[in-house]
């Protein structure tokens, strides 16, 4: 069992900018892939970024060119590097880890993340 902890959610004006953290408890952070979600009342939880351990990395066409993710293995983080925020962006923002050789997934506990004026 993995824990996974985000910080760095809040409210920000549209065009401001927020950067997600989210750490993990576990000694093999390097090989597994990690990624960001979010989700909105009613709404399915979407797909947002994710990064594989060679560094792989995919975004959601709706944040490409605005979002950013990285990690640091070292410090067992993921990060989420989120500029030029719309309204549409406000959601509960939730870590995830994926781990292929077994297949289980875990996730954070969200982080909400609102953009208003």
């Known amino acids: 069992q993995v824990q996974l902890v985000e910080s760095g959610g809040g409210l920000v004006q549209p065009g401001g900018s927020l950067r997600l953290s989210c750490v993990a408890s576990?000694?093999?952070?390097?090989?597994?892939?990690m990624g960001w979600y979010r989700q909105t009342p009613g709404k399915e939880r979407e797909h947002v970024a994710s990064?594989?351990?060679?560094?792989?990395?995919n975004y959601a066409d709706s944040v490409q060119g605005r979002f950013s993710i990285s990690r640091n293995n070292i410090k067992k983080t993921v990060y989420l590097q989120m500029n030029s925020l719309k309204p549409e962006d406000t959601a509960v923002y939730y870590c995830r880890q994926y781990r292929a050789s077994t297949g289980r997934t875990y996730w954070g506990q969200g982080t909400q993340v609102t953009v208003s004026s």
């Open positions: 990064i594989a351990s060679g560094g792989q990395i």
């Open positions: 576990d000694n093999v952070f390097s090989i597994y892939t």
